[in-house]
């Protein structure tokens, strides 16, 4: 099928209907027909836009997810490009995840004239009802959920990532005992790109870290960064794709339970443990053999702050040097930029009194 | 001089509130609205208190350098940054704001010059962390009131 003269826009089904109908091999391989029938922006994440699409492939319902920067760029300082490649990369490793389908840099077919990709969408739910539901009739559900987490974490964890090409894509310690160094290496590597004013709080919380860096990680992991309750898709109690790997590392498997939301509740029944952190590790390490310690997790939890500080920076790069004027980036800019402040605050001993951040 | 920055930001804020969301339907659009009405309380705040915040906030950092500017083996940018700072009488926002931006890159290059955490110039600096926190709390904290997306 010929392109069009001139690129469309995202919003128009019209559009859409005939980019994925020169895409069709890419859809299913051999596949003979797509007829589009919606496309909507999910406003949820602010990092990237996220649309779906949801269409028939030879009369059968499937549904897609494209994703391509804002107008203005990306809320977080990595390309699409990488994003797009850890998916595709992710297509042989032992744990779910949604299949890339295609880069769409082609100028005939980009969508509003920028680079996206496509992927397929997988059918479930980010949300788990039960997750904060303390009572007593929710800890065998919230407890299984756990194990469920737990268990793809350590699959991921114990993947071979060279195997699967992800030492071509990221920044290789030199060894275990230079995780924490090498991540703190590749965000400043990454600031170095776009800072334009220089952060003393930064400065601090680098030093402190640097000071303090753990060298006793025992392995170098493929780690997914963010995870957890809203990162992962689930389905009749399973995680069928894991989703969200913008700040996926090679690192010391303790960042991800530094990243982790929700999945560790603690629990205690008339006065006696029944699951928490020390039971979740005892359960991961029997599946895994990987030893997790509380200081490594803590310790990457104050470098999740110097994240936090890059992607609100980033925000800030894009309005104040390219000139974009998007609210919502002037809003990540703006009041996040003081709240990862405050969390490097909170993790290095300068938090003013009355404020705080989870 | 009336109405001013305060009534003029209030009515946009009510506006967007009361007469534009009630009647948007799209999510994100909805989203957006909660954005721009809590943005604007946060501008309205800010558009009254930065000015004497940098100016606490500089000269705090002027003599925290000057105690602690021995610890540099070059200590040039900071004395300028710190000289250039304490020569203004009645400084626009946007001296301010370059003073801040000379006087933080000065710090942050001490910062970086001692790097044991319990040194008394890091002490100092992290005290100065706190309290340059806490004088954005009325904007960046305070002023918001409900979801901002």
Redesign the interface.
Known sequence: MSAPAATGTLADREFVQGWFAARLDRLHPGAESVTVQQVE?I?RG?SRQTWTVQATVDGRPEAFIVRRDHEAGSVIPTALRLEYEVYRRLADAPVPTSAALWFEDDPAWMPDGRIAYVRQEVAGHWYLPFIADESPGADEQRIAASKEHLDQLAALHTADWAALGFGEIFDVPAGPEDCARSLIETQLKSLAGFQF?????L??GV??L??RAPRDAPRISLCKGTNGHGEEVWRDGRIVAMSDWELSYLTDPAYDFALVQEMIPEIVRDGRRVWGRPEALAYYRERSGIEITHERIEYYRAVYGVMQFLYTHHSGHLIHNRGFRD??F??TA??NS??S??RL?QE??????G?RIR | MHPGVDEALESIVAAVEQDIAPHVENEYAASMCRTVAQMLRSVRVRVAEELPTLVADNAELRELLTAHADRLADRSALDAAVRASAERTAPSLEELYADAEALRAALTTLIEAVPDSTDPTRKAAREYLRHSLDRERPWMVDAFTGPRR
């Open positions: 922006r406003s602010v004013e220089s952060n003393p709080a400065a601090e030093a402190q640097i000071e609210l919502r002037l809003w703006w009041e003081y709240r402040n405050i605050g290095f001993g300068f938090a003013p009194e404020v």
